[in-house]
């Protein structure tokens, strides 16, 4: 179950996150042989889904583990392969995508049971929107200058699937 995206510019490398086999993938942007970059136990599912959300952010490669709860972080080394998987948060179940801030690794993190966490660099989160704000299984979370962009699907009830755009401060 392909899931997560990311498009590495500089070496023109797609890396693509799959949920049920916990893998990441990497296969060149314009088509070609995909290959297995990372594996490991922190990026499988212990029930439904393992590696989900994916981003690249200075230097490494991000993803989410929808089951674990967790945010992890894999270094690209040199040679473009994959560094040790490092756990930097826990204790999120549902996690499902996320975007950086802007601040270094500080992070929002949009969770299937209807809320958004700020994860700062050293593991620790804070609940920062819930459906009081609107939220209805938020899918993914954008940021762009002080504008935080959170989809909310509703496929639990099927009402009001809505766009929550919240300013981020700084």
């Known amino acids: 179950m392909p899931n997560g995206l990311a498009l590495d510019q500089h070496t023109d490398k797609l890396y693509v996150t799959d949920s049920v086999h916990g893998v990441i993938y990497r296969l060149p942007a314009c088509g070609g042989k995909v290959t297995v970059w990372a594996r490991g136990t922190q990026l499988e599912p212990t029930t439904f889904a393992g590696a989900n ?11 989410t583990n929808l089951d674990r709860g967790t945010v992890l972080r894999i270094p690209v080394t040199a040679k473009g392969t994959a560094g040790k998987i490092q756990v930097r948060a ?7 995508d996320f975007a950086f801030t802007g601040h270094g690794d500080t992070l929002l993190a949009a969770r299937d049971d209807n809320q958004v966490d700020l994860v700062r ?17 938020p899918t993914s979370v954008a940021v762009h200058g002080t504008k935080v962009y959170v989809p909310s699907a ?6 009001d699937p809505n766009l929550l755009i919240a ?4």
């Open 53 to 63: 959300g994916l981003k690249l952010h200075h230097g490494s490669v991000w993803a």
């Open 90 to 96: 826990t204790g999120m179940p549902f996690i499902d």
């Open 121 to 137: 660099p050293d593991g620790t989160h804070t609940t920062v929107l819930t459906p009081a704000d609107g939220l209805q299984t």
């Open 167 to 170: 300013r981020l401060g700084r």
């Open 154 to 159: 509703a496929y639990m009830t099927g009402e």
